[in-house]
C-alpha cells in the first residue's frame, strides 16, 4: 500500500521519529482512506449562491 507514493511503513516510521507515535501500516492504509472519503465530499459539496466565479 502506499499513500502519494510514499509506503505505508515508511509512512509510519515517519510517524514514529517525527511524533512518537507508534502506528501500524494498516493504520496508516485505514487513516488514508478515511482521509480520501473526506476529501472526495469536500470536494464535491455544493458551494451555494456565495461562490461566483469571473473572468
Known sequence: MYVQG???RKVAEI???LC???ITST???HAA???DEE???WRN???GAQCRMSS
Request: hydrophobic share 40%; glycine share 10%; charged share 20%.
Open 15 to 17: 510517524t514514529r521519529e
Open 20 to 22: 512518537g507515535l507508534d
Open 33 to 35: 482512506q478515511l482521509m
Open 39 to 41: 476529501l472526495g465530499a
Open 6 to 8: 510514499v509506503s505505508t
Open 45 to 47: 459539496r455544493p458551494l
Open 27 to 29: 493504520q496508516v492504509s
